[in-house]
């Protein structure tokens, strides 16, 4: 690991002791663990003008919408609701763009749509999205092939945030930090006004429209989830029931990987814990009991406003680190890659420190083993959770798409349908054998029509690559591809 990054902090916030009351936890106590993946900039100033700049700009999530997803978590936790995430690999800043989002919101819900038919569960859906960009790398440097066909060895892409993808853009840039806030400001701002607008009303599901999807099985399975939903409702507006609003939008959250501690660490903040006015009838019911007027307390926690939702990465997740450090720290739900490096004690000690309180659904165990490895893996992973203090308080979600990429003879990473379904049925059946839930499913897609997983109803080969390959990174399920494996969950829980 690298040594520990300078002990400065750079948002000037007060230590506090932490939530599970040992050692002081501040936004900027990672900086005194030994950090991987770190970003080493050329010229440190220029860092802490960057860092200072989002130190004072506004939120991108708040809290209020972060305690709603926890609330939702908690129902995935309790078995009582399905968690679907999606979206890029690598987010770049040049996929902010009104198509390009609104066609990674209908994917989501035309998936949903197809999950709650199949699962007979509420869909809590969150994107890879608004602020996807930093990604771990295995080597420091890769080679490149320049437009003339010139191989160059030359610094990884580590994601728009630090550097660009171009040759001539490899060097980190601290300005970057700040250009991912506003892209993923600007990002989350037409999700919310495209779902305010009624992208997602479930009164028009046609609307949503099947883009790309020409395979007439995938088509007729599709329009059968949809008639069902038209006549329930139907039914509902016979009986009077569906002037909710709830009909009309749902949620979409989002998600990146916390890799970038510099960049979390500046959007980190120390805001009023919401209350939820499902929780303010039972504190006021409570505080009516009470004998004395004195108003509840003004709880405090911090919140790390970049995203509702962070994970730390199968590289980063050292129970000593500087990542673990900074997540323990945090209110919002986080998520933990968990795959065959991952020794069941060290899972352990990472629940122990990132949720110390056996909080509902704090914590989404993303597992991803590879379709050759998960039954012999995954069922000691389920044990030692389920079979300590934390049954029944984590997620368990699987992550098919990265235990399975390889190269193809000429160098082109990719993945098989075939293995992604594989692992995704293979863990439903060992939570199914183990006794446990399955909450959710996080995958690597996109609503382009892009050849970049080898398969599917299609029959993409290897020579199909090349049609439409446009990821920077890991290769994603197209819209046809994603669709059906949101059948293959619905399927099986329609069995
Ligand atoms: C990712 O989710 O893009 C990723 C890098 O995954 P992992 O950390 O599981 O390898
Ligand atoms: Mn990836």
Known sequence: ????????????????????????????????????????????????????????????????????????????????????????????????????????????????????????????????????????????????????????????????????YHLEDRALDPQRLVRAYHHSAATLNYVRASLAAGIADLHRPLNWSLGHVKDPQLKAKYTEAVNFLQDMLRFMHTVGADRSPKLDTVDLYTSHEGLLLEYEESLTRLMEKPVLPEEAAGKAAAAYGSTTNAPAAVEKEYYDTSAHFLWIGDRTRQVDGAHVEFFRGIANPIGIKVGPTTPTSDLLSLLRT????????????????????????????????????????????????????????????????GDIFTELSETLRVHREEGSYLGGVHLELTGDAVTECLGGSEGLDEDDLSTNYTSFCDPRLNEKQALELAFLVADSYRQ
Request: charged letters at 25%; aromatic letters at 6%.
């Open 1 to 164: 690991m690298a040594p520990a990054a300078s002990a400065q902090s750079t948002n000037g916030t007060t230590p506090a002791v932490a939530a599970n009351g040992s050692e002081a936890w501040t936004p900027s106590s990672w900086r005194s663990k030994p950090i991987k993946q770190q970003a080493v900039y050329p010229d440190p100033s220029a860092v802490g003008r960057a860092t200072a700049e989002l130190s004072r700009l506004p939120p991108i999530v708040h809290p209020h919408e972060i305690a709603r997803l926890k609330a939702s978590l908690r129902d995935v936790a309790r078995g009582e609701a399905f968690l679907l995430q999606g979206g890029d690999c690598a987010e770049l800043f040049d996929y902010c763009r009104a198509d390009a989002v609104e066609s990674k919101i209908k994917l989501l819900l035309q998936m949903s749509l197809v999950l709650v038919w199949g699962a007979d569960k509420r869909v809590v859906r969150i994107g890879r999205m608004a602020g996807q960009y930093a990604k771990p790398r295995s080597s420091p440097t890769e080679k490149v092939a320049d437009e003339n066909g010139e191989t160059h060895e030359v610094p990884s892409f580590r994601g728009d945030i630090l550097n660009g």
């Open 354 to 417: 990132l949720n110390p309180g056996l909080e509902e659904g704090k914590i989404t165990l993303i597992t991803r083993y590879g379709a050759s490895r998960v039954r012999d893996l995954l069922p000691a992973h389920i044990r030692a959770v389920e079979g300590s203090e934390h049954r029944g308080r984590c997620i368990w979600q699987c992550d098919p798409m990265h235990g399975n990429t390889h190269a193809t003879a000429s160098g082109v990473k990719t993945r098989r349908f």
